[in-house]
């Protein structure tokens, strides 16, 4: 009798622990437990901006420094984002930021743009904007509830448009528009179930002779269309329970491209800050 009550309690014990293994319900991080997140972010980006286009730009002369000239300041831009979550590994994102700058300012120097010149001296004006839409997929073929590693494809749309204007001169015009896919990678980790980290890096260099063709089969007829672009965010994430967060992050983008008598050189980095719900 004796040595049957310790055997007893011995296999109930047993039956116990294989029972609460067996129905543990799944503890997902605050982050990872939504099927839409929506986030309005704010950018605060430090500029850079060279952009020529005409004869100059297709002999590949120095392109124009416009915040330099122009004295351009840092702005703060509204970014909106979205992820749609289909199953635990997939998820649909799509991202919008419009950056736009209109500085006046009196030239130091003769800057030829485009067919036009406007020499040192005089007043005039630069009218920039990039358009940057981001339509993505992300898998992630790691997804634990502290952690994810996965693979992300994009396709971007770019529109640049920069125009130079001075009384007495005129004005003139560039618009560039260019679709260019990117692949990278994400790493999320969660040192506590309600905080993340996120490095996130995306990227192409498109050779010229697929960049045309994929112009010319989206919305144009380019001769010469050579693009690369870069993507690194880098963020953490403060969730309030399952459906309210914030976040703040750095993050740097650059474009290059070269698309018939246009080129650019554009690069924003900085720090952002931002609002999250989740559904």
Not at 10 to 28: T, W, Y
Request: charged share 25%.
């Amino acid at each position: 009798m004796r040595t049957r009550l310790p055997a007893v309690a011995l296999l109930c014990l047993l039956l116990s622990a294989r029972a609460e293994a067996q129905f543990k319900v799944a503890d997902p991080a605050s982050g990872e437990n939504f099927h839409v997140e929506l986030g309005l972010m704010f950018w605060q980006p430090t500029p850079e901006l060279l952009i020529q286009t005409g004869a100059l730009a297709a002999l590949g002369e120095t392109e124009v420094d416009f915040v330099q000239e122009f004295a351009i300041e840092k702005k703060r831009f509204r970014e909106f984002r979205g992820v749609l979550r289909a199953g635990r590994k997939h998820k649909l994102r799509v991202s919008h930021v419009l950056m736009a700058y209109n500085e006046t300012a009196t030239l130091q120097r003769t800057i030829t743009f485009g067919g036009r010149t406007f020499p040192v001296s005089v007043p005039a004006t630069a009218d920039l904007e990039w358009n940057l839409w981001r339509f993505g997929y992300e898998w992630d073929f790691v997804a634990t509830d502290r952690g994810v590693v996965g693979f992300i494809t994009e396709l971007r749309h770019n529109r640049v448009s920069a125009a130079l204007e001075a009384t007495g001169i005129g004005s003139e015009l560039t618009e560039a528009t260019a679709f260019v896919p990117t692949i990278g990678a994400i790493l999320r980790v969660y040192p506590h179930k309600h905080f993340s980290l996120t490095a996130e890096f995306t990227g192409f260099k498109m050779p010229g002779f697929i960049g045309s063709k994929l112009s010319d089969s989206l919305d144009g007829d380019a001769d010469d269309f050579e693009a690369k672009t870069y993507d690194l965010d880098l963020y953490g994430t403060v969730s309030f329970g399952r459906y309210v967060g914030v976040q703040a992050g750095y993050r740097s983008v650059t474009a290059d491209y070269v698309i018939d008598d246009d080129a650019g050189n554009l690069k924003m980095k900085g720090m952002y800050f931002g609002g999250l719900v989740r559904f």
